[in-house]
């Protein structure tokens, strides 16, 4: 009875003839597909060159302009602030918005190798040099005369900022980056005084008023305590072109 059913080798190498029969089949198919298939496709003659995006084209983004970008006043005026050894760096660009201007805008962190100015503060270069001049000259001697101390940083209250002056519709100086609050000021013996002291009466009241005079004429405006009720904390020192300094 066995015999009437194929051993199980004998069903194994059934199947396994098929297989080649198949290949076969598939193979020979292929071969006579492939020309016709081959023509159906429109390959092109030569492949595309791959197109850079348009971003990867543009020229790479800095802050720092060539320096040939910059008007050559604006060169000369860095130079002499790298001279005096002011620490400033490109700040960023200011929206010209509302009339508010300033193209050329920096960044100074410090007024020289050893006065900070706290926190950064962005101006245009003339100011700039005109606020290094006077820190270190002028003021820096005012701070040996009264506290026997080096100045060693300057805390601002305001560089740029696009707005009117108060209460008005003219645009502040602050708008062109040519105005420079200060509200307070330190020294090496680790005195730090406040404008607001101004009316106290000792030592730091006297220097304050010796620096709010000695600030008239390197600074075309000079506004402070007793100017009006804007100007009670800091004092405003400001590059406005004037026939004579405005100190008030
Ligand atoms: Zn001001």
């Known amino acids: ?23 076969l089949f598939v193979c020979t198919f292929f071969l006579a597909t492939a020309p016709a298939l081959a023509g159906s496709i429109q390959l092109p003659e ?4 791959p197109q850079p995006r348009p971003e990867a084209s543009a020229e790479p983004s800095t ?3 060539r320096p040939d970008a910059l008007p050559s006043s604006e060169r000369a005026c860095r130079e002499q602030l790298r001279k005096l050894d002011v620490v400033f760096r490109e700040a960023d660009d200011v929206a010209a918005e509302e009339g508010c201007s300033l193209p050329h805008p920096i960044e100074i962190t410090q007024l020289s190798e050893r006065i900070r100015l706290e926190p950064p503060a962005t101006l245009e270069c ?20 009264h506290f026997k101390a080096d100045l060693v940083a300057v805390r ?5 900022v696009c707005r009117p002056i108060n209460g ?8 062109f980056g ?24 000792g030592e ?23 100017t009006n009720a804007d100007h009670e904390d800091h004092f405003h020192l400001d590059m406005k072109e004037r026939r004579a300094p405005y100190c008030r």
């Open 1 to 23: 009875m066995t015999d009437l059913l194929p051993s199980v080798p004998e069903r194994q190498i059934r199947a396994a003839g098929a297989r080649p029969r198949l290949l």
């Open 46 to 49: 030569r492949a595309p060159i």
């Open 63 to 65: 802050t720092e302009p």
């Open 126 to 145: 003339e100011t700039a040099l005109a606020a290094a001049r006077f820190f270190q000259s002028a003021a820096s001697d005012l701070a040996r005369k």
């Open 156 to 160: 601002q209250a305001s560089g740029y």
């Open 168 to 175: 008005g519709k003219n645009l502040s100086e602050h708008a």
């Open 178 to 201: 040519k105005a420079l609050d200060i509200a307070g000021l330190a020294f090496s013996d680790e005195t730090e005084i406040e404008v607001t002291q101004y009316g106290d009466g």
């Open 204 to 226: 730091p009241a006297g220097f304050l008023k010796e620096l709010r005079a000695a600030a008239c004429g390197p600074f075309s405006t000079v506004l402070g305590p007793g």
